[in-house]
C-alpha cells in the first residue's frame, strides 16, 4: 500500500533553515509528481510546490518562491523540501503528497498524503 | 491567482441528513476540482476529483457536481463518521483550496 512519511520537522528561528523528508513507499516513486501541501494551526490547507517524476519542473506558490526549494532522489524514493529564510507565517504542518500526475494520465489532485510534519518558527 | 470560495463555513446537520456544501470559482476551472475530507489530527482524504469522479473506496454516498465556477459536494445521508471539515481544490492552475466547510453536529 501507499505510504508517505515525513520527518525533519520542528523548532526553528526566525531566518532560519530546516529540511524535510518524505519516504516514500508502495509504489513506483519515480513515475510520480510529488508535492508538498500546508497547513497552519487551525487554518486551512495551502498547497506549497509541485515537483515532476523527473524532478526537471517545479511549480512555486508565490508565498514560497526564492525561500523554498523542493527536491527528490528517486533512487531512495525520497523528496526534499528546503526552507530557507523562514519567517512565523510558515509555521505549519507539512504534508507530502502524490499528485495524480504520471505518465499514463496527469492531473494535478493528491491521491495520498503523509501524516504530516510541525514546523515552528519562532524565537 | 484562482480563488476558491466554500459555504457555508459551517455546517450544523444530523446523521441521516442530507448536506450539501457549494465551492465557487473566480474564474473558470473547467471540470479541474477535487474534494477532501479532513479529520482533526489527521492528514485530509481525497473523496472527489474532476468534479464528479468518486475515488476508490469511498462511499457512494458521497457525490460531487458542477463545472465551470460552480461546484457541490453532496452527502446523501450522513453517517456518524462524516463529521469533518470538508476542502475543495482546483487545479486547472497550479493548486488553490478553499477555505474549509466544517460540518459539526
Redo the contacts between chains.
Keep these: 500500500q501507499v505510504q508517505l512519511v515525513e520527518s525533519g520537522g520542528g523548532l526553528v528561528k526566525p531566518g532560519g533553515s530546516l529540511r524535510l523528508s518524505c519516504a516514500a513507499s508502495g509504489f513506483t516513486f519515480s513515475a510520480y509528481y510529488m ?1 508538498w501541501i500546508r497547513q497552519a494551526p487551525g487554518k ?4 506549497v510546490l ?1 515537483i515532476s517524476s523527473s524532478g526537471s519542473t517545479i ?1 512555486y ?2 508565498s514560497v518562491k526564492g525561500r523554498f526549494t523542493i527536491s527528490r532522489d528517486n533512487a531512495k524514493s525520497s523528496l526534499y523540501l528546503q526552507m530557507n529564510s523562514l519567517r512565523a507565517e510558515d509555521t505549519a504542518v507539512y ?1 507530502c503528497a502524490r499528485t ?1 500526475c504520471s505518465s499514463t494520465s496527469c ?10 510534519t510541525l514546523v515552528t518558527v519562532s524565537s | 491567482d484562482i480563488q476558491m470560495t466554500q459555504s457555508p463555513s459551517t455546517l450544523s446537520a444530523s446523521v441521516g441528513d442530507r448536506v450539501t456544501i457549494t465551492c465557487r470559482a473566480s474564474q473558470s476551472i473547467s471540470s479541474w476540482l477535487a474534494w477532501y475530507q479532513q479529520k482533526p489530527g489527521k492528514a485530509p482524504k481525497l473523496l472527489i476529483y474532476e468534479a464528479s469522479s468518486l475515488e476508490s473506496g469511498v462511499p457512494s454516498r458521497f457525490s460531487g457536481s458542477g463545472s465551470g465556477t460552480e461546484f457541490t459536494l453532496t452527502i446523501s445521508s450522513l453517517q456518524p463518521g462524516d463529521f469533518a471539515t470538508y476542502y475543495c481544490q482546483q487545479y486547472h492552475t497550479y493548486s488553490t483550496f478553499g477555505q474549509g466547510t466544517k460540518v459539526e453536529i
Design positions: 508535492s486551512g490547507l495551502e498547497w509541485y511549480y506558490a508565490d504534508y495524480a492531473q494535478y489532485y493528491f491521491d495520498y498524503w503523509g501524516q504530516g
